[in-house]
């Protein structure tokens, strides 16, 4: 017999029975009141995630059509800085410099940004700065108030990648000084792949550049917010699952949601310490650990295929592997959305039991679970 199958990646993530059935019904028109109903829920729920009073844009597309949205929209500027730790940073400066001059600030993947060298290039004159709040290649969370505190010295615009921090993690646009920031649903979320939202707050606009891509221009999704529709033929489907997802998120209240993301990648971290693996990322401070995603080194002597691919064959349970040169060389479990204590519990004994057979870790699921009570 063939179970339904657990994921545990960093998006898309595990779908709420809910969410699946309330995608599952007839279709509306998108210029009608019962769509602007549904469209004005998801929009205000949205700016609470967000942490902004300001504008909350939907597009139909994935995490990345948000991100190019915002840094087109917004690049009327003659320099922008751009932010790279990890394949999130690195996209974002590749994005940007279609439109703009883009200066990208590197610094090694899973370490944190110094915030010295992020200053001497916005001192040698950006009027942008884009970075990723929780870097999910790495599983690091970078110091969002503090570059925007550095940005505002220099009177920079502040675009950030919220992916996979907004809605699962603290976000707090308009008191941390974020002019633009993006959310994917598939992420934290916890509704299935297909819609970006972007926040923008007023002065933004001064920056707008009207030779942008037509369908992500924002200025087209400004012009029709006032009567909660969207420029283009919305994905009606994944709006009825996205307000479901919202639902669920005020069910649950966005603080208990935000301490539950905390426990749970904390206890994936404390499990892997005392199995005696290695985290992949090293911040300099632990509160820099992602609150989503935990990446975890491969042992010697296992291979991807030996971990995911058994893990995925015999318990139907699928964790993400490593990206560009990390390929084979880590495994991420993403603890986002919907899933909670059993979902944890469950993916750590199975990584354990598949890992154990190789010698590769020690028994730890008690530290996990230890953590876990406080849920
Ligand atoms: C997933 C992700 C993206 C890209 O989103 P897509 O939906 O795949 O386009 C961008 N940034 C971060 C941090 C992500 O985790």
Not at 13 to 26: C, G, T
Not at 48 to 57: I, N, P
Not at 185 to 192: E, N, T, V
Not at 310 to 324: A, M, N
Request: glycine share 8%; net charge negative.
């Amino acid at each position: 017999m063939k179970f339904d199958g657990l994921l545990m990646i960093p998006g898309p993530v595990h779908l709420h029975e809910r969410i699946i059935r309330a995608m599952s019904r007839q279709m509306m028109g998108h210029r009608g009141k019962e769509f602007s109903e549904i469209m004005r829920y998801c929009v205000d729920g949205l700016k609470e995630l967000f942490g902004t009073k300001h504008d909350v844009y939907i597009i139909s597309g994935s995490g990345t059509a948000g991100l190019e949205a915002a840094i087109a929209s917004f690049s009327n500027v003659r320099r922008i800085t751009c932010v790279d730790n990890g394949k999130f940073g690195d996209r974002l400066g590749r994005i940007a410099s279609r439109y703009t001059e883009a200066d990208v600030v590197r610094f090694e993947w899973g370490k944190s940004i110094d915030l010295d060298a992020v200053e001497k290039s916005l001192a040698e004159g950006s009027e942008a700065l884009a970075f990723v709040h929780n870097e999910t290649s790495t599983a690091m969370l970078n110091p969002a108030e503090e570059l925007a505190k550095l940005a505002k010295k220099y009177n920079a615009l502040v675009i950030m990648d919220g992916i996979t921090s907004v809605g699962g993690d603290e976000v707090k646009m308009d008191k941390w000084g974020i002019d633009v920031a993006i959310v994917g649903s598939q992420k934290c979320l916890g509704a299935p792949p297909g819609l970006a939202a972007v926040a923008v707050n007023d002065r933004a606009w001064d920056y707008y550049n009207e030779k942008c891509p037509f369908y992500l221009d924002l200025a087209a999704y400004r012009k029709k917010l006032p009567d909660m529709q969207t420029p283009y033929t919305p994905a009606v489907p994944l709006f009825f699952a996205l307000e479901e997802a919202l639902r669920i998120i005020e069910e649950e209240g966005l603080e208990n949601r935000i301490r539950r993301h905390r426990l749970m990648s904390r206890a994936v971290r404390e499990w892997a310490i005392e199995a005696g693996l290695q985290l992949f990322a090293e911040p300099e401070e632990p509160s820099d650990y992602s609150n989503t995603v935990t990446a975890i080194r491969m042992p010697e002597g296992v291979t991807d295929k030996d971990l995911r691919g058994t893990l995925q064959k015999e318990y139907g349970i699928t964790v993400s592997g490593g990206q560009e040169h990390l390929k084979g060389k880590i495994f991420r479990i993403g603890t986002m959305g919907n899933v909670c204590k059993r979902h944890v519990i469950a993916t750590l004994a199975a990584v354990q039991d598949i890992l154990m057979r190789y010698d590769a870790c020690k028994p730890a699921l008690h530290a996990a679970i230890e953590v876990l009570k406080e849920l």
